[in-house]
């Protein structure tokens, strides 16, 4: 039984080492998932990320505390904390429609 353990543990090591191989592969050609670099992916992150979490925030901002379901402080931190999440959401699945024109000028603007 030690022999087999130790097999798969050599397997289990040689997958890893493949695996953080392509990674970093993958990290150094600039690319990541869809075609699209790791600066345009921070960049449409940063972009539309800002909008919309300036977004949810004049939208919470606009609704006023209710009279007997106040959460308090803890309620407050909540919600900030589920902003931010829904704001890294939509950047990443519908950024691209802020940020590419933002993009495409940056890099002009790099050339130029």
Known sequence: MPAIASLRTSAAQSQDSTNRTANTASHLSGNTQGGKSDLQTNFQDFVAGTFYKE???SLNKMHGKPAYFDG???EKMFQGQLDQQ???NLARSHGGQFSDGL???FLHHQHA
């Open 55 to 57: 977004m949810l925030k």
């Open 72 to 74: 308090g402080q803890a």
């Open 86 to 88: 829904m704001a890294e």
């Open 103 to 105: 993009y495409q000028a």
